[in-house]
């Protein structure tokens, strides 16, 4: 048992014990409080003179007489009230639980008032309820993000498919088109295509990714000879878009690690820094070693990203372009899969965004 629990049944015992202390003390109490009262009434009578034909002198001497009996009666009344007053207080308490209970599920900022005694049945129940709402607003909001993602995305298929269904009936329609307007068509239509490959293949990411289901095969690898390949692999969309990626890294950087889930870190990475740039700017990817661990930082420029969605930007389905741009922009699954590998890395991974410059660190460890 940890100790947490121990703590729980110390609380429980505790005012367990409070119960028994108050209900001895009452019956104490109450039988003293008897006593005391037969001995000043007692006392009050010896100081008066009274009639043997007196109607209440007449009833004091039947008291007298029956003194045992009638302070055993006065006892056990006493003591049954008493005794039933302890054994409801309890179910009053259970009652007052039952109908805390039924808050627990209550979208309210007031927290659950039970009595003094069982504060830590408050203090649990209000830990219980504040998680079970937590969770359902967590449900609620990946549920919308989920349903906002197929809306999106059937709107990003759509799109293409129109633009190719547009230009292929153009060429079968247009017998007379000439061969530069015929191979300017075919173009737009292959790039079309093209972005409708990669939606689809959003769609398999979507129902084939688990982030709790990644395992992690460990290997040595060249972390520098990896950011070489990466950059090298994006030249045809860093040239489409006019940009520039320089490295800076020092040579032969090992590290352990599952070497194609890292890969897919930083080509995430990096695939994020290519579609938010600005056009004819730099992607800088730095690396450098520090107490055993190597950090690389990927720095684009571009608008800055506000801070409420800076803290949001590892979730999974959260996309930064709010304009649904079909031509740029996943499922919001990248930066979430990249959190998860590197966390399995024992690292972290952050973001940082002022002035249009935007930064993703990583911090993993060398082995």
């Known amino acids: ?31 003293v409080g008897v006593m005391l009262f037969v001995f000043v009434a007692w006392r009050f009578c010896m100081m ?3 009639q043997p034909d007196d109607p209440l002198y007449i009833l004091l001497q039947t008291v007298k007489e029956y003194i045992i009996l009638f302070l055993g009666i006065t006892f056990l009344i006493g003591w049954v009230f008493i005794t039933y007053y302890f054994i409801s207080k309890p179910l009053r308490y259970l009652d007052e639980v039952v109908v805390a209970t039924e808050q627990l599920v209550v979208p309210s900022d007031e927290p659950i008032v039970l009595p ?4 830590y049945a408050e203090n649990e129940l209000n830990r219980v309820r504040e998680k079970a709402l937590d969770n359902a607003r967590t449900v609620k ?8 993602l197929v ?45 409708l490959e990669d939606l689809i293949n959003e769609f398999f990411e979507i129902v084939r990714f688990n982030l709790s289901n990644i395992s992690l095969e460990y ?24 940009l520039n990626c320089e490295l800076n890294a020092p040579q032969d950087i090992m590290i352990s690690c599952d070497i194609n889930k890292m890969q897919r870190v930083f080509d995430n990475l990096l695939r994020n820094a290519v579609n938010y740039s600005y056009e004819g700017t730099n992607i800088k990817v730095f690396a450098e070693l520090f107490n055993n661990n190597v950090c690389v930082k990927v720095i684009n420029e571009g608008n800055t990203i506000p801070k409420e969605k ?11 372009d709010t304009a649904r741009n079909s031509s740029s922009g996943g499922a919001g699954l990248g930066l979430a899969i990249a959190k998860e590998i590197v966390e399995l890395h024992h690292g972290t991974i952050t973001a940082d965004s002022a002035n249009g410059i935007t930064c993703f660190e990583v911090v993993i460890p060398l082995s």
């Open 310 to 320: 800076l803290d949001r930007i590892f979730e999974q389905f959260f996309r930064l």
């Open 48 to 50: 008066f003179i009274w």
């Open 141 to 148: 909001e990946a549920e919308q993000r989920k349903n906002d």
């Open 219 to 242: 290997g040595k690898v060249n972390l520098t000879r990896m950011l070489e390949q990466i950059t090298y692999e994006f030249k045809p969309m860093l040239v489409n878009k006019h």
């Open 151 to 195: 809306m999106y995305l059937a709107h990003d298929l759509k799109t293409p498919l129109s633009s190719v269904i547009g230009y292929l009936t153009l060429l079968r329609d247009e017998q007379q088109i000439s061969a530069e307007l015929r191979e300017r068509y075919l173009s737009i239509s292959l790039e079309k295509a093209e972005r």
């Open 116 to 119: 003094n005694e069982m504060f």
């Open 1 to 31: 048992m940890n100790k947490s629990g121990r703590n729980k049944i110390k609380q429980r015992s505790a005012v367990s014990r409070k119960l028994l202390m108050q209900y001895v003390i009452s019956i104490i109490g109450y039988v």
